[in-house]
């Protein structure tokens, strides 16, 4: 039997039930807001002081862009954490700054608030995923939180919005247009499975290139990763103005070799079992691999220096440890609150199964997806220690386009 290298899309489960990727991206929103979100915010006042610079700070509407915002729930509060953005003036900053003036000399302008913010109200912020992502959730979301709602009527995102579908292994937006583009916990997909995976018995009895797969697998998987992270480097070079922020936040494989392996783990688990108790053929396993690849800090600096197109403002590993504080309500902003709160293990089936979900049921049918689904239950209840470590690493980047 063929493998197939056209699959599902990897989109999210869409809705705002209870099996829901808002209901359960707790995981990827802590990532970001308590091991990414100090470093975005280094990065944010870096940006916002070379705003200040710039001559045309004040002529035009600041455009910012959400890559991957899936539903909504983590995207409206990262955005949240932008909006409230102000200028940083430590003296490293102010270092970094100078040399980057000297290299590219600009005319300072004295436009800008005197808090150094600028003003949300001047702001679009586009909202960007696959077609195939649940866009009446996305939209009803960022139409609410835009326009303000409850008691105060205090707008989450006090700025105008827009929605934008297509893969960001295409152009989305004109030349020059962005300010700033981030993409949180979604460049870890890939554009295709590699061209290799269409050779039968390319990965039998697995679905990623963890845990010791073939080593053509790997290579097969870091090769397509490559091809792809170069080309998103350079259509989003295009996309961004001079001086503008790239900031992508992603699963990495830290330098010691580190790398979460839950997510492949439970669900390899979990199929071999029902192969070998007969309660599913080995095909529905053999053909099916997850369209993702963790890099390493090393695959990615190799591709930004190779692109030409930016200045590395942050380029570091992140280590998860086993727990991670719980984010507080909604619209907690990064760094914020974070003393006190519960800690709770990191993540879950609920969070493998919504992220993996319309995957695995676009392959294998409704019916086999659901099995695969308790069986997953079933064996995380009886060893939960195994994967329920939440080790690894994210990779934070911020680089300004030259
Ligand atoms: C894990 S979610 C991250 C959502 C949100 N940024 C967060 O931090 O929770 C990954 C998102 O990436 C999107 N995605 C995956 N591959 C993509 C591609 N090639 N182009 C655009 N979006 C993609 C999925 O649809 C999904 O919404």
Redo the contacts with the bound molecule.
Sequence with gaps: MHSSAVQP????TGGAGPAS?DEN?SF??NA?ALLGGPILKRALGHWLQLRRWSPQTKERAVCIA?????TG???VA?MELVLHCQETTGLEEEKELQSVLQSSPRKRTDAFDSDGAFDPRTVMAFF???P??DWGTLLRRIYIDSRGSGAAGIPRLPCHVAAVP????ERLFPDAFLDLAM????LH???RLPPEAEEPGWNPGRVWCTRGAPEHVEEAYRRQQAVDLRAFLNLRAAELRPGGLLWL?LPAKDESGGLSTTFGRILEDAWRELTQDGSLDTHWLDSFNIQAYFPTLSDVRQAVTESGAYDIHALECVRMSGTMPLRTGRGTLAGDDVQGTPRLPLPSVAHVWA?IQPQICGHTGTERGSRLYERMCEIWAREPDKYNRGTGAVMCVALFRK
Excluded: H, T
């Design positions: 899309s990897p989109v999210m990727y991206s990827q929103g970001f959400d890559l991957r915002s899936a729930e983590n995207a990262q960007s995923d696959l195939d992502n297509g893969s960001f292994y993409c949180n916990a979604a997909w890939l554009s936040l992220v």
